[in-house]
């Protein structure tokens, strides 16, 4: 799965709307998901499209319904790679201290 | 950490860099599953899926209801790590892995029929198919357990 696809997705306010509504309540039809949009049918269709191409929301049918679920595993895969990265160091350096501290007190 | 009411179906989904058959084998022999399940050791035949803690406790035991590797698993869940949750209704679990291109493979994991199982829903939603599911992909794609 592609990074740049989930960070071009969740840079949109209208698509982050969308994945906090889908949050609230899982496996929900476009219809449902445009009543709570100020847009367009096509508008609100465009923008579950992105969030499907990035892995974000997985339709599923059920009878003649297309249902929207909410697919976390990107948002935490992205943060695995980008944000443990860089606030890990900073936790292992203050146990670290801390250790050193104890040790020596 | 969360205050959304669980789903009662759930849907995970995640590319791995692994053919079907190594994923298949991924979650289904104990020897993989202990490292990326909760520690978990994990053995599925066609017609029984059984899972037991890393202390011999039973974790999981539940009928196969469809396998057909290296495609599709559906199996029965009873969270039997936790008796309030165990006491609730079973639910099921579906894999579905699905070849892509680039030496990709889709793996699907949907979690349903969770009505009569609510606090199951809340406890297996948000970090818990999650967890799962990342460190799967890391042990396929890296060989080595997900850090922490």
Redo the contacts between chains.
């Keep these: 799965m592609d990074d740049d696809a989930v960070f071009r997705a969740l840079a949109d306010p209208t698509r982050r709307f969308l994945l906090d509504r889908l949050f609230e309540r899982d496996g929900r039809t476009l219809t449902e998901l445009e009543s709570e949009l100020e847009m367009t049918r096509f508008g609100a269709m465009k923008h579950l499209r992105v969030l499907e191409d990035a892995g974000l929301v997985v339709t599923r049918r059920s009878g003649r319904k297309k249902l929207h679920y909410l697919n976390p595993v990107p948002i935490r895969l992205v943060h695995d790679r980008w944000i443990d990265k860089y606030t890990e160091p900073r936790v292992s350096a203050l146990a670290e201290l801390k250790a050193l501290l104890e040790e020596s007190a | 950490m969360t205050t959304?009411?669980a789903?009662a179906?759930?849907?995970?989904?995640?590319?791995i860099k692994a053919t079907p058959e190594q994923i298949w084998e991924a979650i289904t022999n104990p020897e993989f599953t202990g490292k990326y399940f909760y520690g978990a050791r994990i053995t599925v035949t066609s017609d029984h899926y059984h899972s037991l803690s890393p202390d011999g406790d039973v974790w999981g035991d539940d009928r196969v209801l469809e396998y057909d590797p290296p495609r599709r698993l559906v199996h029965g869940w009873r969270s039997l790590y936790n008796p309030e949750l165990a006491a609730e209704e079973p639910s099921r679990v579906t894999w579905e892995i699905e070849e892509q291109d680039g030496g990709y493979s889709l793996l699907?994991v949907?979690h349903d029929q969770l009505e009569g199982a609510p606090k199951t829903a809340e406890s297996v939603s948000?970090q818990g198919w999650?967890?799962v599911?990342?460190g799967l992909?890391t042990l396929l794609e890296t060989g080595k357990p997900?850090a922490g």
């Design positions: 959304m009411t789903q179906t759930q849907v995970y989904q995640v590319f699907t949907t948000g999650m967890m599911l990342s992909k997900l």
